[in-house]
């Protein structure tokens, strides 16, 4: 099993930034991608980044240029880089990773508890 766990969230005003962070640990013999993503006040989940363990990023449109995503392989941790933060912003962000925890394993789809970000207007 693999577990991630996040950091950094908390409340920040509008036009300030965050960083959040999630560990992987547990029994991980290769992590693919990487991610985070967010839920809204009463909507849906949805997706922020990406990162591959080659360093390949994917951002949902709205995100691009306010939000960096990063990776340490060595460290099993993803990072999430947000400035010019908007009340639009304020949700529960979530990390995710694609991972193996033995060579013969599936790929499987490991999700972690969340952490709170709000913005203040």
């Known amino acids: 099993q693999v577990q991630l766990v996040e950091s950094g969230g908390g409340l920040v ?3 300030g ?3 959040l962070s999630c560990a992987a640990s547990g029994s991980i013999f290769r992590i693919n991608a990487m991610g985070w993503y967010r839920q809204p006040p009463g909507k849906q989940r949805e997706l922020v980044a990406t990162v591959t363990s080659s ?3 994917n951002y949902a449109d709205s995100k691009k240029g306010r939000f960096t995503i990063s ?3 060595a460290k099993n941790t993803v990072y999430l880089q947000m400035n010019s933060l908007e ?3 304020t949700a529960v962000y979530y990390c995710n990773a694609e991972a193996r925890s033995k060579p013969w394993d599936i790929w499987n789809n490991y999700w972690g508890q969340g952490t ?3 913005v203040s207007s």
Do not use: H, K, Y
């Open 116 to 118: 709170q970000v709000t």
């Open 87 to 89: 009340p639009e912003d």
């Open 55 to 57: 360093g390949s990023t």
């Open 13 to 15: 005003q509008a036009g």
């Open 17 to 19: 930034s965050l960083r």
């Open 71 to 73: 990776r340490d392989n």
